[in-house]
């Protein structure tokens, strides 16, 4: 698993991810919004990894749950003040004029910056989730529109055993990448065993939260998109995730890695 890259494309993430939650179930609609504006426990039934990021200095990432998965900051990727948690009363749903029905309750002391270039954290081979339901949700302040927030996956070969998700800027020439169209909107994507979806967002520079679910079907599986609490995007997934086995923030696993600045 990375955190704050892909290690399938080219996509660094700029800015800063905070407080980054791994889950071996689905978060529910009422879970996501009443848990994601505070910190937990760390004692959570499901929670296999956790990560609030409050650590001052060092490379390694504390796992604050109780499985003990350590991430590695790795290519100069350091800790910094937080303003997770502290966006507004009402942070809305990414939407002009939305508004959101949850409000901070809770503060954090620091996050993680990326610069955008090379850098990301490794959270290694410790968590599987092949062939299960799972939930990953982190917080996020994007200093640029591109970059994955995080990217799972096993054989570094196969798009079928890949998950990531992140901000895409308004490009063209996306078909090489794998997208099924050439021109790729200001979004936030989802890329579940070589499927992609997105939800039409332009960055704003401020701290949002993002949840991603993937329910295993009988027939086709399930994902869901949330943005601060709101869902805002559900989409049938035809693909299998069988292969499960690195992981990073702000990176991506494969040949050609996206890197996040922030």
């Not at 993430?13 to 978060?27: A, L, P, S, T």
């Not at 989730?129 to 939930?135: G, Q």
């Amino acid at each position: 698993i990375y955190i704050g890259n892909s290690f399938v494309f080219d996509a660094p993430f700029k800015g800063q991810i905070d407080d980054i939650r791994i889950w071996n179930d689905i978060r529910t609609d009422a879970e996501i919004c009443a848990n994601f504006e505070q910190e937990l426990a760390g004692t959570e039934a499901g929670l296999l990894a956790y990560y609030k990021a409050n650590q001052a200095s060092g490379t390694s990432l504390t796992d604050n749950s109780e499985n003990s998965n350590i991430g590695t900051l790795t290519n100069g990727a350091l800790f910094t003040a937080s303003g997770a948690f502290t966006t507004g009363s009402d942070l809305g749903n990414g939407i002009a004029g939305a508004d959101g029905p949850c409000s901070p309750d809770a503060t954090v002391s620091n996050a993680i910056v990326f610069d955008g270039l090379d850098d990301y954290v490794n959270l290694g081979t410790g968590i599987d989730l092949a062939n299960s339901s799972f939930t990953v949700e982190t917080w996020f302040k994007a200093t640029e529109q591109t970059g994955h927030f995080t990217a799972i996956g096993g054989d570094a070969s196969f798009h079928e055993s890949y998950f990531g998700f992140g901000l895409n800027p308004f490009t063209a020439g996306y078909e090489d990448l794998g997208f099924p169209y050439d021109e790729v909107p200001a979004s936030i994507f989802v890329n579940i065993g070589g499927q992609f979806f997105d939800f039409l967002w332009e960055n704003d520079n401020q701290w949002h939260h993002v949840a991603l679910t993937f329910s295993v079907g009988a027939e086709t599986n399930e994902g869901k998109l949330y943005l601060d609490g709101e869902l805002v995007k559900t989409e049938a997934i035809f693909y299998p995730m069988d292969g499960f086995g690195y992981a990073r923030l702000g990176s991506g696993l494969y040949e050609s890695e996206f890197y996040v600045e922030g």
